[in-house]
């Protein structure tokens, strides 16, 4: 089963695909400047307690943002509906 | 001719620079270590041709300041070295599609290739130079693979055929463009990548990060003490005291010895206390401070290499939201442990301009510089450790304190984190000595002249007696409120020049321990030296710089007379 969620509900380790980016132009530049958008392929490597940033992993490359930006981005966990 | 070196953040763009022109720069392992370009020449076909190292940026759409002179510097450009991580390919292309349809003459530089090999990515040159429509060479910039290569293929840059499209096309164009010319290979994860996993690990990371800075600290301070108590004080003493006393016997006395050699002390040149320019002004920043520059920044430059300080970023991202700015902040603010200076240019990669202004103000206020560490190390650590622990948690609580303050008056709120994170490298232990012997030559450059102005002008305003006029305005403060002799205000002020003569200067006017401290805090927060309050104004602006400078007046005051009165 895909399952809709956002990076920061998105489970440590788990791997999904990004479907929409919510929030501002200025937030979706910065992501693709990344080579983020939908249809990358994430994984989550580490949150910090207490709405810490989010890591997440590209493969090709690591980025550390913020736990609201993190909210913006939602994934389809397919770890293991795949 | 005009060659422009551009690309992402951190994928070398500065050591290739240097390879190019000899020209020596800073450069380490994250994103954003250069932030102003530097201008260099080298010699393309025999003739002399002019290169810019310019801030790497994500897009032709600039997020912060650092990344906006990185775009202005487009249009100046003849030809464009677009320089790529070979390991991060994906994430290049996106800026060099842009750059591509800007229709200059340009070629693509694969840096970092060494590195493919390990990670198991496969590239093919030929066909990535076909897709792309222009000259595409490989370098290894650290090791210097590459390079001749590369200066070869710039008269022979083209420009491409790929005409500007929208968004999604763009998009479809690097998906077919990574399937076509890379291959990975799936491996394990290495040591180095655990240990990567690992220090972001809310609880393994916090370990990690309080070992390593423990571990600094310890190895700055031994290497620090050796080198004072081993080397530059043995040399002082032994080799260049004779002649010293050589030159105070011809001199006799008078105003020119007072001003040479300085005060005797009970018959004997003393390095701390005569006050001369050649003995104290010497003595100070080669014998006290110089050792733990060097210590301090041959650490940095360690951590630096390996990529270690943006994971720290990480860990106290949350933390530093508090006091109104995210966990990149301590980027300058560990540079500022070095010097000030470099601090304060390294809060250009913060976003806003509110970010910046707490950032430096709070560096000018609570953040000492090696200099001045080496001093409050030296002649507050005689009086017992324990009094260097008070001036560091004072200017601690100072530090967290204001930013509190500022984070709840200030309009406006943090940004967000939003960072790269660099692969952890084995440091180049040359790459490590280069940048080390750049860092000293500047420290001797900048620090040497000043100091010894410092201690002229401190002489000549002794032997005029000027001194009673200006002293005599501040006495009520400084005597009054902070408790300090009046013989202080003199150095409170040369503090602006620089704070490593400044504390220097208390030592002859036998001070309290806790006259002592209190000096010392005081000239850590009171005013930033003048090559720091220079950059600070031209980073923030004249309205900003008198905010950030009353602040930083009033509360020097008023936490010289708290502990004044609370002791």
């Known amino acids: 089963m895909q399952q809709e969620v956002s990076l920061a509900d998105l489970q440590k380790g788990r791997t999904g695909m990004v479907s929409t980016i919510n929030g501002g132009a200025q937030f979706r530049l910065k992501l693709e400047g990344l080579s983020i958008r939908p249809g990358t392929k994430i994984t989550k490597v580490s949150s910090l307690f207490s709405k810490g940033p989010v890591v997440l992993s590209t493969g090709v490359t690591e980025v550390a943002i913020g736990y609201t930006m993190a909210l913006k981005i939602m994934v389809n966990d397919f770890t293991d509906g795949k | ?567």
């Open chain 2, 1 to 567: 001719m005009k060659v422009l070196l551009i690309g992402n953040p951190n994928v070398g763009k500065s050591v290739i620079f240097s390879r190019l022109t000899g020209v020596q720069v800073v450069a380490s392992n994250y994103p954003g270590s250069t932030v102003g370009f530097k201008k260099g020449f080298f010699k393309l076909n025999g003739q002399r041709a002019k290169i810019i190292d310019v801030p790497g940026t994500y897009s032709l759409n600039p997020i912060n300041e650092a990344e906006e002179v990185a775009v202005k510097m487009l249009n100046q450009g003849d030809v464009i070295v677009c320089v790529i991580d070979a390991t991060r390919l994906e994430r290049s292309l996106p800026l060099t599609l842009q750059l591509l349809e800007q229709k200059k003459p340009m070629i693509v530089v694969l840096n970092i290739w060494d590195e493919t090999q390990h990670k198991g990515i496969y590239i093919d040159v030929e066909k990535l130079a076909q897709m792309l429509g222009v000259p595409v060479v490989t370098t290894s910039a650290v090791s210097g693979e590459g390079i001749l290569d590369l200066v070869q293929l710039i008269s022979r840059a083209s420009s491409s055929n790929v005409t500007p499209v929208c968004e999604s096309l763009r998009w479809q164009r690097i998906g077919e463009i990574i399937s076509q010319v890379q291959i990975v290979t799936h491996r394990h994860h290495t040591i180095l990548e655990k240990l990567q996993d690992f220090s972001i690990h809310p609880f393994g990371g916090m370990l990690i990060a309080l070992s390593v800075i423990s571990l600094s600290f310890f190895i700055i301070r031994t290497i620090g003490e050796s080198l004072i108590g081993f080397v530059f004080e043995p040399l002082f003493e032994h080799l260049y005291k004779p002649f010293l006393i050589l030159g105070s016997n011809y001199l006799g006395g008078g105003m020119l010895h007072e001003i040479l050699i300085g005060k005797l002390i009970n018959g004997d040149i003393d390095f701390v206390q005569s006050f001369g320019v050649f003995s104290t002004g010497l003595f100070v920043p080669i014998g006290m401070v110089f050792p733990y520059v060097f210590s301090f920044y041959f650490i940095l430059g360690i951590l630096e290499d390996i990529g270690y300080l943006p994971r720290l970023a990480i860990l106290l991202d949350v933390f530093m939201h508090r006091i109104g700015l995210h966990g990149y902040a301590i980027i300058p603010t560990i540079l500022s442990i070095g010097c000030n200076v470099p601090g304060i240019l390294a809060t250009r990669t913060l976003e806003s301009h509110r970010e910046r202004f707490i950032a430096c103000t709070l560096i000018s206020i609570g953040v000492p510089c090696a200099s001045l560490n080496a001093m409050i190390f030296g002649l507050v650590g005689a009086r017992g450790p324990r009094y260097v622990l008070i001036v560091y948690g004072v200017l601690a609580v100072v530090w967290l304190c204001l930013g509190l303050i500022l984070n709840t008056t200030l309009k406006g709120f943090a940004p967000e984190l939003f960072t790269e994170i660099p692969p952890y490298r084995k440091p180049v232990l040359s790459a490590v000595l280069k940048k080390l012997w750049m860092r000293m030559k500047s420290f001797f450059k900048e620090a040497i002249p000043i100091v010894f102005l410092g201690v002229l002008i401190i002489n000549i305003v002794y032997t005029i007696g000027i001194f009673h006029y200006v002293s005599s305005f501040l006495r009520p403060v400084v005597t009054g409120l902070m408790g300090m002799p009046e013989k202080s205000v003199i150095a409170l002020i040369i503090g602006f020049l620089r704070k490593d003569v400044a504390v220097g200067m208390l030592v002859p006017l036998n001070l309290t321990t806790k006259q002592l401290v209190v000096g010392c805090v005081v000239l850590a927060m009171s005013f930033p030296c003048i090559a720091t309050f220079t950059v600070m104004l031209r980073e923030l602006g004249w309205k900003d710089m008198i905010k950030s400078s009353t602040i930083m007046v009033c509360a020097s005051v008023m936490v010289g007379s708290i502990l004044n009165f609370l002791w």
